[in-house]
């Protein structure tokens, strides 16, 4: 227990904000192609009798290392031509989906109804709305606090002929917030989100259903058309079918027009046909088995107040411990004349009535005498 205490002024204590960012990468082989998905035991991918979504693991979840990476749903609005639609499974679900998801992330209007996904956010602006969508809800543990806006990357295989054998890949869309770090929208509740661009595709000839990869880049700057919306601290990403999907069912965004591969701009490109009898948990499974990468870096937000204290050449030259006397001697004196001396370990932070809140070890002991001074910096981290 310290036996002297010195008050902090106010020049003594600052407070700093810190932003750490760690690089995320999940590729295509860790959603869908690693482990097995016909057997519980083995699946990374967990399943619920609700039907509503699917979970999606690093590990076969069911042991004790693995780690939640997302989970997947579609959802349509009541205004989609899909809904009220006949032979529509699951359609009281995905409709019930896309309204809680676009309750949470979307403002309701003026008075207090839900709004649809809008393409390129401006709400009021009458813009085209995404009325057919994949919802992607990143976990906690690899969003953090945070996605880093401009860092998402999303590359999806759009080839019509869908496998899991990897043919689907032969033909990919890229979707990126190329203009989040500057661009980014704050009018929703769940916080500031960006637009998702389909930006890049990959291709090998001029068809769409054949080809090796060659890289080659699609569409400019400027032109990249806007297919969903990511809202960087709630850790959601929620994409438009018509990235992968339209009803001519030449993969979406990425059409075939006179023997040319190109990126459409067309507002009109609209959904997915494909949900047509199908159940929510398998246009989970479709949607996943397309992923072929994602990246993304997270942002933890490191707050700090740094405390200076400061050991004036006359404050303590003396120490607390008991054994630092000896027949009420200081021990380290050999006679009267030799000045006391000090070595500091620790620095103990109290509260206004003296009670010890915090310690702060030293890594190794510094010698104090009447004739230095010493500061030290002491920060806590929350």
Excluded at 175 to 181: F, K, N, P
Excluded at 210 to 220: N, P, V, W
Aim: proline letters at 3%; hydrophobic letters at 30%; one cysteine or more.
């Amino acid at each position: 227990m310290a036996g002297t205490y010195k008050t902090f002024l106010n020049n003594d204590i600052t407070s700093t904000r810190t932003l750490l960012h760690e690089a995320i990468p999940v590729t295509g082989s860790i959603v869908s192609g690693t482990y097995a998905e016909d057997s519980t035991s083995t699946s990374h991918v967990k399943t619920f009798s609700h039907g509503m979504f699917e979970s999606v693991y690093d590990y076969p979840y069911l042991s004790s290392s693995a780690n939640h990476i997302f989970d997947v749903t579609v959802g349509y609005a009541t205004g989609s031509a899909l809904s009220g639609a006949s032979g529509r499974t699951d359609q009281e679900k995905t409709i019930n989906l896309y309204k809680q998801m676009a309750l949470m992330l979307m403002p309701t209007d003026i008075s207090g109804n839900i709004q649809d996904f809008d393409e390129d956010g401006n709400v009021a602006g009458g813009g085209k709305k995404l009325e057919e969508v994949f919802f992607v809800n990143f976990s906690r543990l690899l969003v953090k606090d945070e996605i880093k806006k401009g860092s998402f990357q999303l590359e999806l295989g759009v080839l019509p002929a869908y496998d899991q054998a990897g043919a689907v890949f032969n033909k990919r869309i890229k979707l990126t917030d190329a203009s989040g770090s500057t661009g980014f929208k704050v009018n929703s509740p769940a916080g500031e989100y960006g637009i998702l661009y389909a930006q890049t595709s990959y291709d090998g000839d001029s068809t769409l259903d054949s080809g090796s990869l060659t890289g080659e880049t699609i569409g400019t700057p400027g032109t990249y058309p806007p297919v969903g919306l990511i809202y960087y601290q709630a850790g959601i990403v929620v994409i438009s079918g018509s990235a992968v999907f339209n009803d001519t069912a030449n993969g979406g965004r990425l059409t075939n027009t006179n023997g040319t591969v190109a990126l459409s701009t067309t507002s009109g490109v609209t959904g997915f046909d494909t949900i047509t009898g199908s159940s929510i948990q398998n246009m989970s499974s479709y949607i996943r088995n397309r992923i072929y990468n994602i990246q993304f870096n997270n942002t933890t937000e490191l707050n700090s107040t740094i405390y200076f204290c400061r050991a004036n050449h006359n404050e303590f030259n003396y120490s607390s411990n008991r054994t630092y006397l000896s027949g009420s001697k200081i021990r380290v004196k050999d006679n009267s004349f030799d000045q006391p001396v000090s070595y500091v370990t620790s620095v103990g932070l109290y509260s206004a009535d003296n009670e010890l809140l915090a310690v702060a070890k030293l890594s190794e002991p510094v010698k104090k005498t009447p004739d230095t001074e010493l500061t030290f910096r002491v920060r806590l981290d929350y």
